[in-house]
């Protein structure tokens, strides 16, 4: 069973609960004593860690794991981003990924990966307004008139019509203020009411758009 | 004569570094295309030969703990070095580890050779992947211009990363700096910014760096990472910021970072640039 333990805790851990694995390399473990013959093979050990692992690999197959994104990393993912959220309104400013893993219980590794993989989560729940959010925004829009005048008076340049234009106006409104005012990604999230990882995801695509664009618009045709 | 690797990282064996090689992996798979049971395996496999490096190579003492990943059409193969007494003399000898870890690489990789490395007493796990139908890469060109060795460099702090090509750097610099920016303390708002700074960087490099290789040294202090880009081509330096210049929002990269700098060499520049975390 050590052996079992063990190598249940190796298995890249930051996928699926602990005891799930545990289960099936326990599992693989009583194969393992099943078949071995001791007349024949060499140590036990040698003969058990590749029959378990192989029960484990078979276990991420046969439940689909390599197909989509662990349903415990969404869930996880989501955990860490309401966290995050919480921590910034109780301190005013966004909490550390060690500050995070010490609220949630997680290794600094799980926190991370949550912090990539909310990256990747396209559409789903993250998109939608978050609950109270559309007060907000329209409090948040209702308050900007000088801020407004200072943009158009950037957007006398045809050029920058031209590029940020394409883009969802939600989107430059959260570019501006990271960028042009200096805000702090917290600080947006509070204002346009999503969360500091939404706004992370939208100024990385959009940058992304721009640059697209701008590549675009210089390339000869 | 062998192809060169898409990714060298040179790292302390410092524990915290093994989740920096991992994250490189995890990084390489989504390039390419590798799904999770096969890149679980990998980051397995690998992580037992990192972790016989942070336990094992120096007697307790801080070495070199070096990886390189070649991506052919449908294999990777991982190079995990040392320079101290390595795994053979380690651990297989002495019998202070259960001997886990090996069995765990020889079950988990399609091939493993443990070599001594060149030049030194230590040694090299070479372990290549079946990836079937993932995406290969091309292998970088031999055009002179090795990755840097980044001279006065402290490794102990410093993480060193070469990496071609630049679609694969897309994929996997943005996650080390996330990696690096955690360890730095940085708030969960720095660590995004530090990621649009990998971002700008990878977009833009391409016209600027010399050879194939986008390389940078990432010194990480607390709440302070400094990130030294090169070599670019010499006066290309101050132009990848320029280049990183979005109409209506300024350069990105000035932006994003408390300052920047750059090295003249002789032949080359090297761009610096520094992110606090001033919460």
Known sequence: MPLARSLARRYDRSSEPYEDLLQVAALGLLKAMDRFDAERGPSFASFAIPTILGEMRRYFRDSGWSLHVPRGDKERALKVRDAQEAFANEHGHAPTVNQLAQYLELEDEQVIDALLAIQAYESLSLDAPRPGAEDEAITYGDSVGEDDARYELIELDATVVAVLDQIPSRERQILRMRFVDGLTQTQIAVRVGVSQMQVSRLLRRSLDQLRELTRDADEPR | ?279
């Open chain 2, 1 to 279: 004569m062998a192809p060169l690797p898409n990714v060298r990282l040179h790292l302390s064996n410092r524990a915290e570094n093994v989740l920096v090689v991992r994250e490189a992996l995890t990084g390489v798979a989504e390039a390419i295309g590798l799904g999770g049971s096969d890149l679980s395996d990998i980051r397995t496999a690998v992580t037992e030969a990192c972790n016989n490096v942070v336990l094992h190579a120096y007697g307790g003492q801080e070495g070199p703990l070096e990886v390189e990943v070649k991506v052919a059409a449908s294999s990777l193969e991982v190079v995990v070095r040392d320079r101290g007494v390595g795994i053979a003399a380690g651990t297989a000898s002495a019998g202070v580890e259960p001997g886990i870890g090996l069995p765990v690489i020889e079950a988990l990789a399609h091939s493993v050779a443990f070599v001594e490395t060149p030049g030194s007493g230590g040694t090299e796990v070479r372990m290549a992947f079946a990836t079937g139908a993932a995406r290969g890469l091309q292998a970088p060109t031999r055009d002179g211009f090795e990755p840097p060795a980044f001279a006065e460099i402290d490794h102990a702090t410093t993480a060193t990363i070469s990496i071609a090509p630049t679609a694969l750097a897309r994929a996997v610099i943005p996650r080390l700096l996330c990696v690096l920016a955690a360890r730095a303390q940085f708030s969960t708002d720095r660590i995004s910014d530090s990621q649009l700074v990998a971002d700008a960087l990878v977009a833009h490099a391409g016209g600027s760096i010399m050879g194939s290789y986008l390389s940078m040294a990432v010194n990480v202090e607390p709440r302070d990472l400094e990130l030294r880009v090169g070599p670019l081509i010499a006066g290309r330096a101050e132009g990848l910021v320029h280049d990183s210049d979005v109409e209506g929002l300024g350069r990105v990269l000035e932006k994003l970072a408390d300052s920047h700098g750059v090295i003249n060499a002789a032949s080359h520049d090297t761009l610096t640039l520094q992110l606090l975390d001033r919460q």
